[in-house]
């Protein structure tokens, strides 16, 4: 007989899935970190590179606005010990021109790269500096 007023508790079992989300998060940041080192490495490697040859290296280009006669894009390019993103409009009766140039040092482009969440950016440099 179960008096009124007492509580009964009930055994919780634990969750996996807050285990399998906790572990799969640590499993993400473990990817970052190695993507990050990797992207390092291969910026420093291009940098020498760069310097060697004066030529400049295009990271990545992506468009960021279109319409049937006028683009703007963001372009990032290696020169020297630096990356310069430029985002750059041409096209239609928009005079050709730069909107906004960056330069980042290449550990601060990284962390940039990370703190923004761009993903998709940071591979697409992995990629063109194979």
Not at 54 to 76: D, F, K, S
């Amino acid at each position: 007989m179960v008096k009124h007023g007492t509580r009964v508790q009930r055994k919780r079992t634990p969750s996996l899935i807050p285990h399998f989300k906790e572990k799969q998060s640590s499993n993400n940041i473990i990817i970052e970190d190695w993507l990050v080192e990797r992207l390092t490495e291969k910026l420093r490697e291009a940098s020498i590179t760069v310097q060697q040859r004066h030529n400049p290296h295009l990271l990545y280009r992506v468009t960021i606005e279109e319409n049937e006669v006028a683009i703007q894009e963001e372009v990032g390019v290696i020169s020297g010990k630096h990356i310069v993103i430029m985002i750059y409009s041409y096209g239609g009766f928009i005079a050709s021109g730069f909107q906004k140039i960056e330069v980042y040092t290449l550990d601060r482009f990284t962390k940039w790269i990370i703190q923004k969440g761009k993903k998709n950016l940071l591979l697409q440099c992995l990629e063109s500096l194979e």
